[in-house]
């Protein structure tokens, strides 16, 4: 059984860094994805990052150039590393992975993963 835990979320103040951490357990060898995605309030999740198994990553547009997505396996912990921060980056953030490869639905989307953290909450001031 998959469990994420996300932490590191904080308030933060805008210019500044943050890294958020997802504890990962139970995994299966073959995985597709695992991805950080993010809400506000009233808004809908949305994709902020992914890395496939081979280290292949993608970033929302909105953080490109700014957040970075990164995989420990020896540590079974997934990263998002958020610099430059901006007062629209105020969200829940939730880490998710995907063992089941859906067919005809998009990595980018939230429909795509099966497993799903608490969230850590980031605030920016």
């Known amino acids: 059984h998959v469990q994420l835990v996300e932490s590191g979320g904080d308030a933060v103040q805008a210019e500044g860094c943050l890294r958020l951490t997802c504890a990962v357990s139970g995994l299966p060898e073959k995985w597709y994805w695992m991805a950080w995605f993010r809400q506000a309030p009233g808004r809908a999740r949305e994709k902020v990052a992914l890395?496939?198994?081979?280290?292949?990553?993608e970033v929302a547009d909105s953080v490109a150039g700014r957040f970075t997505i990164s995989y420990d396996r020896s540590e079974s912990e997934l990263y998002l590393h958020m610099s430059k921060i901006i007062v629209v980056d105020a969200a829940m953030y939730y880490c998710?992975?995907?063992?089941?490869?859906?067919?005809?639905?998009?990595?980018?989307?939230?429909?795509?993963?099966?497993?799903w953290g608490q969230g850590t909450q980031v605030a920016v001031s």
């Open positions: 890395i496939s198994p081979r280290g292949a990553t």
């Open positions: 998710a992975a995907d063992t089941r490869n859906p067919p005809g639905v998009s990595a980018r989307s939230p429909e795509n993963y099966n497993y």
